[in-house]
């Protein structure tokens, strides 16, 4: 199986921690390690959430609008979370 790209936009399920068996969206690329991850419910970009790549599982889904929006700095949580509820990954 082909390894997936850490980048931003890539949709990642948290293996470990409280936050574990959730889904959330990569924000920001830390270094080799460590990536920011927001869910705009729980985990906003206010208050996102450093966590090291490997307690997460990367999934092959990435959310270019929202990669998009992060480059240009117009990204919401609302932009978030729809994209996710439209992935159906979150109810």
Known sequence: MKDLSVEVGRVVLS???RDKGNFF???DILDENYVIISDGVKRKLKT???K???HLDLKPVVLDEIAKK??????S???IEKALREQELIS
């Open 15 to 17: 293996k470990a921690g």
């Open 25 to 27: 969206v990569i924000t």
């Open 48 to 50: 996102p959430k450093k």
């Open 52 to 54: 090291k790549l490997k």
């Open 70 to 75: 992060i480059e240009i700095k117009r990204l």
């Open 77 to 79: 949580d609302s932009d």
